[in-house]
């Protein structure tokens, strides 16, 4: 069963920091590009970035773009999204997704999201 | 960036009925445009891929159409576990874009 766990959620003042991790079960991670997509309280989705399978491309909408960086561990199964600069608008819930073809924007797996609130 | 206007915004439906609802695109995405179900506390979940493919799994009575700019999604027979919030999404060009989402409702 493909599973994909997000953590590392919480608050967070404007300004600073914070790192998710997307913890990959159930399938060859290394085989699939991998993306993060946000979800503003009871706002519509957003796609926030993608990493191909070995890391070496990256892409992002420009609302993240110089703040977030999107990275991966195929040895460890591991996604993970570094936020930096962070700002109230980045408050939401951030769920890590698979893309079963590469080059393609579909995202056939959902983790059940990490809350990140972004408040002084 | 590529805008998705989705409508209606909510629907109040039955089940049993044939729910319709679309999806334009503000330029052309071809036939990249997928559709997810999202319900109440849940993450989304893939049901129709490449503007017309259902995914592994997914009923027949959920239906996908359209290419270019106009696309239509379908549920042909109604059911009390499909109230939720379906959103459609291009991936044709970056960035990709969702649309705002419909939201079904009982009647």
């Known amino acids: 069963e493909v599973q994909l766990v997000e953590s590392g959620g919480g608050l967070v003042q404007p300004g600073r920091s914070l790192k998710l991790s997307c913890a990959a079960s159930?399938?060859?991670?290394?085989?699939?590009?991998m993306a993060w997509v946000r979800q503003a309280p009871k706002k519509g989705l957003e796609w926030v970035a993608t990493i191909s399978t070995s890391g070496s491309r990256t892409y992002y909408p420009d609302s993240v773009k110089g703040r977030f960086t999107i990275s991966r561990d195929n040895a460890k199964s591991s996604l993970y999204l570094q936020m930096n600069s962070l700002k109230s608008e980045d408050t939401a819930t951030y769920y890590c997704?698979?893309?079963?073809?590469?080059?393609?924007?579909?995202?056939?797996?959902w983790g059940q999201g990490a809350s990140v609130t972004v408040s002084s | 960036d590529i805008v998705m206007t989705q409508s209606p915004t909510s629907m109040s439906i039955s089940v049993g009925d044939r729910v319709t609802m679309n999806c334009k695109a503000s330029q052309n995405v071809g036939s990249n445009v997928d559709w997810y179900q999202q319900k109440t506390g849940q993450s989304p979940k893939l049901l129709i891929y490449k503007a017309s493919n259902r995914y592994t799994g997914v009923p027949d009575r959920f239906t996908g159409s359209g290419s270019g700019t106009d696309f239509t999604f379908t549920i042909s027979n109604m059911q009390a576990e499909d109230l939720a919030v379906y959103y459609c999404m291009q991936s044709n060009s970056y960035p990709w874009t969702f649309g705002g989402g419909t939201k079904l409702e009982l009647k």
């Open positions: 997704a698979r893309h079963p073809e590469p080059v393609a924007g579909v995202m056939d797996a």
């Open positions: 159930g399938f060859t991670f290394s085989n699939y590009y």
